[in-house]
């Protein structure tokens, strides 16, 4: 049996055909992307099998437009926090879930089983089809006899018009340390930068269009004391206590995200997570010896760090104007999520670079709107949790995000947070 549903239906093993409702026909603009997906189950009784092998056909003039996975179930541990839930989220308790997309190998080969499984399927027309109504009619055949196990069709309509240019700014924190340590690379060798660039390709091509751009290791997520595997992008050199910097990896980032469709770069926090009270992690060679200079160990408004960003962020700009301009491209950061009692520090902190970034934005997560209502941050982004002061008092341009703490009839991005460890 076989059935076309909406995407956003996630079919598990232990739930039946029959209660995922059908999609007949959906429409799409010449230039939009349409996902839909495909439940199946195998409906037999053999006494020498509980498993069927298959072919899938895509029968439409749309086919050579059409990309097709495979939904795997991951086992998954802790789905949501104890309390942590609405009645909103489809299951609480460990399991399998059905998440992960695999490519379907080129002979389109399905294995089915008398549980509900999935495939997800990506139309994407690329302005390249005529606008009008088209079938898609999916198959499975049995592989030897080709006996049709299951058929199902969608009309998709494609309008004559398109999507205009987005305008949103949307970024997601890209982790490059997170690439070097899963596919255990070289830290910016050539198999580490072409890692990079599919997973940037990937999302630009999935809406994203400003990248956390790692000048330093990123103060983000790190527990005071502990720190993230060295991925600055910015070489420091200091000699006999001056300071100079060499811009190569960061002129390739630029031009990678050039070439991909980035538009806007996401700075780097100047200062650590959850108070701004130290620097994050700088490296630099130091009279011939390459090694760790700031830290947390470093007071945020100290002398040393000051006079390190005097030199540095004037030096940033300045190459960063040699790109085309790209400075004007760059959006800054002080410090990821202050509370309110680090209201002051935080604007101490900001004054050390307020006058070198005057009139850039700035911009940083946080909850409490007395730092917008004192005129601490001129662009606030407030979880989706703590928005309703911003947006009762009208802040302009507003930004927002969600991540793990945000569950209570609110979308989320709930995921097992691990801090990292000493290294």
């Not at 942590?84 to 379907?104: I, S």
């Not at 499984?117 to 499975?140: C, H, Q, W």
């Not at 000699?239 to 990896?249: P, Q, R």
Request: aromatic share 14%; with cysteine.
């Amino acid at each position: 049996m076989l059935k076309i549903i909406s995407s956003l239906e996630k079919c598990f093993l232990d739930e039946s055909f029959a209660s995922k409702p059908a999609l007949k026909k959906a429409s799409l603009l010449k230039n939009e992307v349409y996902r839909f997906g495909a439940c199946y189950t195998f409906d037999r009784y053999l006494p020498w099998a509980n498993r069927q092998s298959a072919k899938l056909t895509i029968d439409s003039q749309l086919k050579k437009y059409i990309k097709v996975w495979k939904v795997d179930h991951v086992p998954v541990k802790m789905p949501a926090g104890l309390s942590q839930h609405d009645a909103d989220f489809l299951r609480t308790t460990p399991g399998l879930y059905p998440d992960l997309l695999t490519p379907l190998a080129d002979n389109k080969r399905v294995i089915m089983f008398s549980n509900l499984d999935s495939l997800y399927f990506e139309f994407a027309p690329n302005g390249e089809v005529a606008p009008g109504e088209y079938t898609v009619t999916l198959r499975l055949n049995e592989e030897t006899t080709d006996e049709i196990l299951g058929e199902a069709s969608i009309t998709l309509t494609v309008i004559d018009a398109e999507l205009p240019e987005q305008e949103l700014k949307f970024t997601q924190w890209f982790h490059v340390d997170c690439l070097h340590t899963h596919y255990d690379t070289e830290l910016y060798d050539e198999r580490h930068w072409k890692i990079i660039e599919n997973f940037v390709k990937t999302a630009v091509e999935h809406g994203i269009n400003m990248l956390l751009t790692p000048i330093f290791t990123t103060a983000l997520d790190t527990h005071v004391g502990g720190e993230r595997p060295t991925t600055q992008l910015i070489d420091v050199t200091v000699n006999n206590g001056e300071y100079s910097f060499g811009f190569e990896k960061l002129n390739r980032w630029v031009d990678m995200c050039d070439r991909l469709g980035i538009k806007y770069f996401e700075i780097a926090h100047f200062f650590t997570q959850w108070g701004a009270g130290h620097a994050p992690k700088v490296m630099a060679t130091v009279d011939g010896e390459y090694k760790r200079i700031f830290g947390w160990e470093t007071d945020a408004t100290g002398d040393d760090y000051v006079k390190f960003l005097n030199a540095f962020i004037p030096a940033f700009l300045e190459f960063m104007k040699s790109k085309n301009g790209a400075d004007k491209r760059c959006w800054f950061h002080i410090s990821d999520e202050p509370q309110l009692d680090h209201l002051e520090q935080y604007q101490k902190s900001r004054a050390v670079v307020a006058d070198l970034l005057k009139g850039y934005p700035i911009m940083d997560a946080l909850s409490n709107y007395e730092f917008y209502e004192q005129g601490i941050i001129e662009i606030p982004v407030p979880a989706t949790s703590h928005i309703e002061p911003f947006i009762e008092n009208n802040v302009p341009d507003l930004w927002c995000y969600y991540c793990i703490g945000q569950w209570q009839e609110v979308s989320n991005r709930f995921w097992q947070c691990q801090a990292h460890a000493p290294v």
